[in-house]
């Protein structure tokens, strides 16, 4: 279960950080407000792919750790298999039990 790792949240996209004076216009016109709007966005977009490389980062990190694990178990089942192959089941005795088909009680 993965946890909370990182937050992304959405900035105000056409205020600037430092308003003018009190009275004063923030913008002389549409176009510098659609500027500062378009820089705001493509920071966010920025910040976004940051945040999706870590977690493409992250996610191939936990691919290889997997990858290792699967092969540490498959070459431990291989050996697991080689040894039952050696096994033969007639040669082995299993003590403790007296088992005599002839005497049914």
């Given amino acids: 279960m993965p946890f909370h ?6 900035a105000r996209l056409r ?3 430092a308003a003018g004076a009190a009275g004063a216009p923030l913008f002389r016109s549409l176009e510098q407000v659609s500027s500062h709007a378009l820089v705001c966005l493509l920071a966010q977009l920025a910040d976004l ?3 999706a490389g ?3 980062g992250e996610l191939e990190g936990q691919a290889a750790a997997l990858g290792r694990r699967t092969a540490a178990l ?4 291989d050996a697991l ?13 299993i003590r403790g039990l ?6 049914e009680e």
């Fill in 98 to 103: 007296d088992h005599n088909p002839e005497r």
């Fill in 15 to 17: 205020r600037p950080e």
């Fill in 54 to 56: 870590d977690i493409f």
């Fill in 81 to 93: 298999h080689a040894a039952t192959a050696r096994l033969d089941h007639r040669r082995v005795k």
């Fill in 5 to 10: 790792q990182r937050t992304v949240e959405p």
């Fill in 49 to 51: 792919s940051r945040c």
């Fill in 74 to 77: 498959h070459r431990r089942l």
